[in-house]
């Protein structure tokens, strides 16, 4: 058994209202520069809808992630020869087109325009070559237009071998934020022909060495999520970095800090490194999901963490690990899942899967539904998050009514239902971390460098300039 720590983030769309803070806040950090204009390292995407990029599901065109052959974990893009091939031309690389043109707006004739007739118009110009464009796409084109158009073409809705009911009453979105999932076993560290993306030993984020990338582009078509972008101006390969320099110094990503539904939870787990390539190689990629449940360790069993102190696992971390909200969604009580578990890269960004209205023909007959009574079908979300299989998908979402229906009980006094899964005292510890839960609660990080507390490394951040807070 060989322990690891990873930072690990849980998001409840349940609560996402799709206000998109999380994608500026994170563009002012990390991309707000020449060359970054058309990258978004966090994203907001509806759903059902093709997506940023274009289509990036579809992997038999991006040919993302890994794949079984002959018993062997291989990339999909290529055995290492294939790649070679491919080193100076890549078919299945992704152009500018399939992210969106970056615009800004002429707003020098707005303010130096002579008396006129008629108002002066702004027109957008592109970042990119300073000229006059006309607005095709953007970076979430199905929530600014609400487009049928693009939302039938939604490569979860072709596997689902079935359309979705075109009533106004019974049409359903939601949205999906996101950002790298810092694999466990990820393809663009496999895929890089010069060595230059890692993933760091002590808490498992996935990097860019900016002086080891050649450019050569090979992580981009390898990532099945396209969450690795190429700056032209620096010919350099770059990607959500989850705020390492934050983590570092126990402050949590940007993007959860500025989260305004408040839907992103962030905390250790540890897993065991020895088992992560055989939860890749499951046969049935329905199974994948479990083995990396089996993957993720008990912080709470001695044995774990004395291996885990034998291994180097700092103390603090371990402690982190305990109190870990991430930990409570994604193996105590199973409610989180990953996005896309059939591309076997492990992703350790989770979801948990939204409840939504009932369909017009029951709203009449019960107060709670079941869960193949909603609008979000279960065979869609059992596309995005369980691979499809749809009993995993029902499962979570009857704990999450069962959780509603306890709650609703004691608020009016009535006793529980007989038959419960867990404990009247789990199903209020989970409606309190999924609903109410607070800053502290949401957010368990180990302390800064110097064993700061979070709020005391808050009070000093920006306080010392080009060193680390405190001034160490």
């Not at 890692?198 to 860019?208: A, S």
């Not at 900016?210 to 450019?215: K, N």
Request: hydrophobic share 35%; charged share 25%.
């Amino acid at each position: 058994m060989k322990i690891k720590a990873q930072i690990s983030m849980v998001m409840n769309l349940d609560k996402c209202i799709g206000c998109h803070t999380c994608s500026v806040t994170c563009k002012n950090v990390w991309t707000n520069r020449p060359g970054a204009e058309y990258m978004y390292f966090n994203n907001v995407e509806t759903k059902p809808g093709i997506g940023y990029p274009k289509e990036w599901e579809n992997q038999e065109k991006w040919k993302g992630g890994w794949k079984m052959e002959n018993g062997e974990l291989t990339l999909a893009t290529g055995s290492k020869t294939t790649r070679m091939l491919k080193l100076f031309f890549h078919p299945e690389q992704p152009e500018m087109d399939d992210y969106y043109e970056p615009w800004t707006y002429d707003y020098e004739t707005l303010i130096n325009s002579k008396r006129k007739n008629h108002q002066p118009v702004a027109r957008p110009r592109s970042l990119i070559t300073g000229k006059r464009m006309e607005i095709k796409w953007g970076p979430n084109w199905e929530d600014d237009l609400a487009s049928g158009e693009f939302a039938r073409k939604d490569y979860n809705l072709k596997k689902m071998g079935q359309d979705i009911a075109l009533e106004f009453h019974d049409l359903f979105m939601k949205y999906l934020p996101r950002n790298c999932n810092h694999c466990l076993n990820p393809a663009c560290v496999a895929a890089c022909p010069s060595g230059a993306i890692y993933k760091r030993d002590e808490d498992g984020v996935v990097l860019i060495s900016q002086d080891a990338c050649r450019g050569w582009r090979h992580c981009v078509p390898a990532c099945p999520y396209k969450k690795v972008y190429y700056n032209w101006k620096t010919n350099k390969a770059e990607k959500c970095t989850f705020c390492y320099p934050r983590l570092e110094n126990g402050l949590p990503t940007v993007c959860t800090d500025t989260c305004v539904g408040r839907i992103r939870y962030l905390g250790v787990l540890l897993y065991d490194m020895d088992r992560v390539a055989d939860a890749a190689r499951t046969a049935d990629t329905k199974g994948i999901y479990q083995q990396v449940l089996d993957v993720i360790l008990d912080p709470h069993d001695p044995e774990v963490r004395k291996v885990a102190r034998e291994q180097g696992i700092p103390e603090n971390w371990l402690k982190a690990a305990e109190v870990s909200p991430v930990y409570k969604l994604v193996k105590k009580w199973q409610l989180a899942l990953p996005l896309h578990p059939e591309y076997r890269t492990l992703p350790m960004v989770w979801y948990v899967p939204p409840l939504s209205p009932i369909v017009k023909q029951q709203e009449d007959k019960v107060y709670l539904p079941k869960a193949d009574a909603m609008r979000i079908p279960v065979a869609y979300l059992a596309q995005l998050f369980a691979a499809g299989d749809n009993g995993v998908i029902e499962r979570v979402l009857e704990r999450l009514l069962t959780m509603r229906t306890v709650m609703r009980k004691n608020e009016v006094g009535e006793a529980p239902p007989e038959k419960l899964e867990y404990e009247v005292s789990q199903y209020e510890a989970m409606y309190r971390l999924l609903g109410i839960a607070k800053y502290a609660e949401r957010i368990k990080l180990p302390a800064g460098l110097q064993g700061e507390s979070q709020d005391k490394l808050r009070e000093l951040q920006g306080s010392a300039g080009y060193i680390c807070p405190g001034g160490c």
